[in-house]
């Protein structure tokens, strides 16, 4: 099983641009999580999907916008790049909310010029 | 809505020696609790979890943790650590009403050096 997986792992991006970060789990897990890291920070959630074919809003989602697409799919869109969106975004999967162990991938390093 | 505190943001150590990582929560309900480890450029994984029972916690790698319900702490400890430890390690907590989800802390780098 591959787990969590992100593509991609490095992008550079012009302020203004769009972009869509994929997120995809092989575990059957209900829970879908997009989170940013940020130094000194540590994570804060973006969006996250309780289950299929529901997204809510976390501590930090403007600017951004998410999708799930299916169970096993969830992504995160920028639709208009700026440097303060400079971060490394994780996603996570459980099979529920609460008190559920998260399984994260390995990330993508955004850089927005 | 809960929060963590992390009081440390680094800690240097030396290999073999004892460590102990401080994680204080705010909540107005109870909570369950979560120790999660990252290594150098990869994701995050469970170290360890409180949700009910002993106030003892057992993880991976040697790692425990004691939940203290009057003193709100959640301290992360290891009687002796290794190199291999070096890593960011975070303390989260999450609501045990309804349906939450996890707030972390700031994270603590530890730092093992021989």
């Known amino acids: 099983n591959a787990g969590v997986t992100q593509t991609p792992k490095f992008q550079v991006l012009k302020t203004g641009q769009s972009m869509t970060l994929q997120c995809a789990q092989d575990?059957?897990?209900?829970?879908m999580y997009w989170y940013r890291q940020d130094p000194g920070m540590g994570l804060r959630l973006i969006y996250y999907?309780?289950?299929?074919?529901?997204?809510d809003k976390g501590e930090v989602p403007n600017g951004y916008n998410v999708s799930r697409l299916n169970k096993r799919e969830f992504s995160l869109r920028l639709e208009s790049a700026a440097p303060s969106q400079t971060s490394v975004y994780f996603c996570?999967?459980?099979?529920?909310?609460?008190?559920?162990?998260?399984?994260f991938g390995p990330g993508t390093r955004l850089t927005v010029l | 809505a809960q929060s963590v505190t992390q009081l440390d943001s680094q800690v240097p150590v030396f290999e073999e020696a004892p460590v102990e990582l401080r994680c204080n929560y705010s909540?107005?309900?109870?909570?369950?609790l979560f120790w999660y480890v990252q290594y150098p450029n990869q994701g995050l994984q469970l170290l360890l979890k409180?949700?009910?029972?002993?106030?003892l916690v057992k993880g991976i790698n040697g790692f425990e943790a004691e939940f203290n319900k009057s003193q709100t702490s959640f301290h992360l400890r290891k009687p002796s650590v290794h190199i291999s430890d070096t890593a960011e390690y975070f303390c989260?907590?999450?609501?045990?009403?309804?349906?939450?989800?996890?707030?972390f802390g700031k994270g603590t780098m530890l730092l093992v050096s021989p």
């Open positions: 575990m059957n897990h209900n829970s």
């Open positions: 409180y949700l009910s029972g002993s106030t």
């Open positions: 999907s309780a289950s299929e074919g529901t997204t």
């Open positions: 989260a907590v999450s609501d045990r009403v309804g349906y939450s989800t996890l707030t």
């Open positions: 996570a999967s459980s099979e529920g909310l609460s008190y559920n162990e998260q399984f």
């Open positions: 909540s107005s309900v109870s909570v369950y």
